[in-house]
C-alpha cells in the first residue's frame, strides 16, 4: 500500500513534505499592527490649463487640445470630429509653409486631405491619398552616401506630416499626436492659435451678429480662401452690432489665416460637424 502510493505520488521525500505541510499549523498573526494592507495607488489626473494654452510649446498645445477633446468628463466646445477636421486642416497648414520641399504626389495628398475636411472627397480618396503619401515618405528617406544632407531630413519630415494628416482619427489620443516639425514652433503657435479658439474663453454669438451679409462673406472667404477680405469681414460684423474684443482683434490680425479658421468655421457652421 505504501509503496503503491510513493510510485503515484513521487519519492518518500515529496511524500514527507505534503505529510508535513498538512500538519504545519498556521502562522500566528502579529501582535501588533495587525495585518498590513496594500497601499493603493495614486494615480495623478492630468488637468490641462489656460496657461498651456498660452504656452509657446506646439507639443503642450496640442496635449492639451487633446486631452480636451477626448477626455470624456470635460465638456468640450468642439465634437471630437470637429477636432479631427481641425488637426487634418493643421498639418496641411503646416506642409504649405513647405510646400516647396514636398514631391508632386505628396502635394496633390495634401489637396485630398483638404478636400476630405470639407467633405469634398470621399472615404476612398483618403485611403488612396495615405497610401500616396506613405510610399512619398519611404522614398524620401535619405541615404548615406558619406553623410546626410540637412535638407533631405526636412524633407522627410515635411511628408510625414502628409503621413499624419491623412491619419488622425487613429492617433487622436495623448502622446501620439505629433507635432508640425520642421515647421518652426512660432509658426505651429500662429497656425493654432487661427485654428483653434481658446477653449477657456469661447465665445458667445449673439444671432444678431449672423446677418445675410457676414454669412455670405464667410462662405465666400471659406470656399476661395480668400482670407485678404477678414477686414471687410470685422466691419460687417460690427456693421450688425459686434463687440467681441476676440473676434474684431481675430479679424483684424494680421494672422496668419488658413483654412480652418476657428471665426470662419463658426460662422459658416463647419466646426458643429
Request: proline share 6%; hydrophobic share 40%.
Given at each position: 500500500?505504501?509503496?503503491?502510493?510513493?510510485?503515484?505520488?513521487?519519492s518518500?521525500?515529496?511524500?514527507?513534505?505534503?505529510r508535513?505541510?498538512?500538519?504545519?499549523p498556521?502562522?500566528p498573526?502579529?501582535?501588533?499592527?495587525?495585518?498590513?494592507?496594500p497601499?493603493?495607488?495614486?494615480?495623478?489626473?492630468?488637468?490641462?490649463?489656460?496657461?498651456?494654452?498660452?504656452g509657446?510649446?506646439?507639443?503642450?498645445?496640442?496635449?492639451?487640445?487633446?486631452h480636451?477633446?477626448?477626455?470624456?468628463?470635460t465638456v468640450?466646445?468642439?465634437?471630437?470630429?470637429?477636432?479631427?477636421?481641425?488637426?487634418r486642416?493643421?498639418?496641411?497648414?503646416?506642409?504649405?509653409?513647405?510646400?516647396?520641399?514636398?514631391?508632386?504626389d505628396?502635394?496633390q495628398?495634401v489637396e485630398?486631405?483638404?478636400?476630405?475636411?470639407?467633405?469634398?472627397?470621399t472615404?476612398q480618396?483618403?485611403?488612396?491619398?495615405?497610401r500616396?503619401a506613405?510610399?512619398a515618405?519611404?522614398?524620401?528617406?535619405?541615404?548615406w552616401?558619406?553623410?546626410?544632407?540637412?535638407?533631405?531630413?526636412?524633407?522627410?519630415?515635411t511628408?510625414?506630416l502628409?503621413?499624419?494628416?491623412?491619419?488622425?482619427?487613429?492617433?487622436?489620443?495623448?502622446?501620439?499626436?505629433?507635432?508640425?516639425s520642421?515647421?518652426?514652433?512660432?509658426?505651429?503657435?500662429?497656425?493654432?492659435?487661427?485654428?483653434?479658439?481658446?477653449?477657456?474663453?469661447?465665445?458667445?454669438?449673439?444671432?444678431a451678429w449672423?446677418?445675410?451679409t457676414?454669412?455670405?462673406?464667410?462662405?465666400?472667404?471659406?470656399?476661395?480662401?480668400?482670407?485678404?477680405?477678414?477686414?471687410?469681414?470685422?466691419?460687417a460684423?460690427?456693421?450688425?452690432g459686434?463687440t467681441?474684443?476676440?473676434?474684431?482683434?481675430?479679424?483684424?490680425?494680421?494672422?496668419?489665416?488658413?483654412a480652418?479658421?476657428?471665426?470662419v468655421?463658426?460662422?459658416?457652421?463647419?466646426?458643429?460637424?
Open positions: 500500500m505504501f509503496r503503491s502510493h510513493v510510485r503515484r505520488s513521487g518518500l521525500r515529496s511524500v514527507w513534505h505534503r508535513e505541510r498538512k500538519r504545519r498556521l502562522d498573526l502579529p501582535t501588533t499592527g495587525g495585518i498590513e494592507q497601499r493603493p495607488r495614486v494615480r495623478h489626473r492630468y488637468t490641462p490649463t489656460e496657461a498651456e494654452w498660452h509657446s510649446d506646439p507639443r503642450t498645445v496640442l496635449r492639451c487640445l487633446v480636451l477633446a477626448t477626455d470624456r468628463g468640450f466646445h468642439l465634437s471630437r470630429r470637429s477636432i479631427e477636421r481641425k488637426l486642416l493643421f498639418y496641411c497648414a503646416c506642409c504649405r509653409l513647405r510646400w516647396g520641399l514636398l514631391p508632386a505628396a502635394r495628398a485630398v486631405v483638404e478636400r476630405y475636411a470639407d467633405g469634398r472627397a472615404g480618396e483618403l485611403r488612396a491619398a495615405r500616396t506613405a510610399a515618405y519611404r522614398a524620401s528617406r535619405p541615404v552616401a558619406g553623410g546626410y544632407a540637412p535638407q533631405a531630413w526636412d524633407v522627410m519630415y511628408v510625414a502628409v503621413v499624419a494628416a491623412g491619419a488622425v482619427h487613429a492617433q487622436l489620443r495623448p502622446g501620439y499626436v505629433r507635432d508640425g520642421p515647421v518652426s514652433s512660432a509658426d505651429q503657435i500662429a497656425l493654432l492659435r487661427d485654428i483653434f479658439e481658446n477653449p477657456f474663453r469661447t465665445v458667445e454669438f449673439a444671432g449672423l446677418t445675410p457676414v454669412r455670405a462673406l464667410a462662405r465666400v472667404i471659406h470656399a476661395e480662401r480668400a482670407f485678404h477680405l477678414m477686414p471687410v469681414l470685422g466691419d460684423l460690427q456693421d450688425s459686434c467681441s474684443i476676440e473676434v474684431l482683434d481675430h479679424c483684424y490680425g494680421p494672422g496668419p489665416h488658413v480652418g479658421c476657428w471665426l468655421d463658426r460662422l459658416t457652421g463647419h466646426d458643429s460637424a
